[in-house]
């Protein structure tokens, strides 16, 4: 999205981001703040952390809640984000327009840091190339091609690996929360437009799936969806 001199929509709730992104607790306070909002209005919020210009808009494609404009003074940026879609904004009546949005209260939490933490379950090395973006995130062609290319004799063994090792680092976005997990560790739910919906817990999936009137698929099969339609293509 272009960047504007102002937002031309007057936001019905704001908070400042600080240098928060959004795998660090941005979105959290992105889904405090909205949830009180309607369908609808709209909700302001700033940030100096260049990376969440280009997560963010991902977070609403996948969220259906719109980004309206994009406001850049300096190192800091402002977004104008509507809770649904924009054509779903009632018409303000005056009176409307002089109630307040009341500020969110956001009571202290008390954090007790444990002296000592448990020592790490054991866990099984995880394989090459068992790792893919998923969702809002575009598939990457170029492990299609590794895989391809390896199983023709093109590409050796430590090539193939290195392959590997890129591929497992890649994380998809929980539906409900926003955050980060990665894609191995997720529930997929496929969607009408052929796309995957990720989730971090089973039973979100599944109440998702149950509205789109579809089933919980695991990684495996999520990843074998997206080869055989890439084979296709």
Not at 29 to 42: K, N, S
Request: aromatic share 8%.
């Amino acid at each position: 999205m272009e960047p504007v001199d102002r937002h031309r929509l007057e936001a019905d709730a704001s908070f400042d981001g600080g240098d928060l992104d959004c795998g660090n607790g941005l979105l959290l306070l992105i889904r405090q703040h909205m949830d009180p909002l309607e369908r609808g209005q709209l909700l302001e919020f700033r940030s100096t952390e260049i990376s969440v210009e280009e997560d963010f808009p991902a977070w609403c494609r996948l969220t259906g809640n719109e980004l309206v404009s994009l406001v850049r003074q300096g190192k800091e940026r402002s977004f104008l984000v509507c809770k649904g879609k924009l054509a779903e904004r009632p018409r303000p009546s005056r009176r409307a327009r002089a109630q307040a949005v009341a500020p969110l209260a956001r009571q202290p939490v008390t954090v007790t840091v444990p002296a000592t933490l448990p020592r790490p379950a054991p866990a099984p090395d995880v394989r090459p190339l068992s790792v893919m973006g998923i969702g809002s995130w575009p598939r990457p062609r170029w492990m299609l091609q590794a895989i391809h290319e390896h199983l023709e004799g093109r590409l050796g063994e430590a090539e193939f690996q290195a392959t590997g090792a890129k591929l497992n680092a890649t994380y998809v976005y929980d539906q409900e929360t926003g955050l980060k997990l990665f894609g191995k560790t997720a529930f997929f739910v496929r969607k009408g437009d052929g796309e995957f919906a990720s989730f971090l817990r089973k039973g979100e999936a599944e109440v998702f799936a149950a509205k789109v009137s579809t089933k919980v698929i695991s990684f495996e099969e999520a990843v074998a969806h997206a080869l055989s339609e890439s084979a296709t293509d």
